[in-house]
């Protein structure tokens, strides 16, 4: 059974940081990408970035780029979100997604999710 689960989340002032980790059992997901997504109260879903797990390019929604970092770990089969800078406007549960097919800043096209873990950013 796959199980995607995630740690590190928390409450942090503006200007502060966090580093999410999605921890991965049940497989390994060597040829596909995983993603982070985040939803705030009253919102959808929204991608955040995303990394191939086999190596590659990652990619970044416009208003994370310099202040959020995706990288894997593949001794644990996770992958973590590096987040610096944090604004309030980025408090929202963080979850991770993996399998990803067709186009994967859509969540729509993952499989696999996580639980989900709450940042809180206070001003």
């Known amino acids: 059974q796959v199980q995607l689960v995630e740690s590190g989340g928390g409450l942090v002032q503006a200007g502060g940081s966090l580093r999410l980790s999605c921890a991965a059992s049940g497989r390994t997901f060597r040829r596909t990408i995983r993603g982070w997504f985040r939803q705030a109260p009253g919102k959808e879903r929204e991608f955040v970035a995303h990394?191939?797990?086999?190596?590659?390019?990652?990619y970044y929604t416009d208003y994370v780029k310099g202040r959020l970092t995706i990288s894997r770990e593949y001794a644990k089969n996770t992958v973590y979100l590096q987040m610096n800078s944090l604004k309030p406007e980025d408090t929202a549960v963080y979850y991770c997604?993996?399998?990803?097919?067709?186009?994967?800043?859509?969540?729509?096209?993952?499989?696999?999710w996580g639980q989900g873990t709450q940042v809180t950013v206070s001003s």
């Open positions: 990394i191939p797990w086999s190596g590659g390019t990652t």
């Open positions: 997604a993996a399998d990803c097919s067709g186009d994967c800043r859509r969540s729509e096209a993952y499989t696999y």
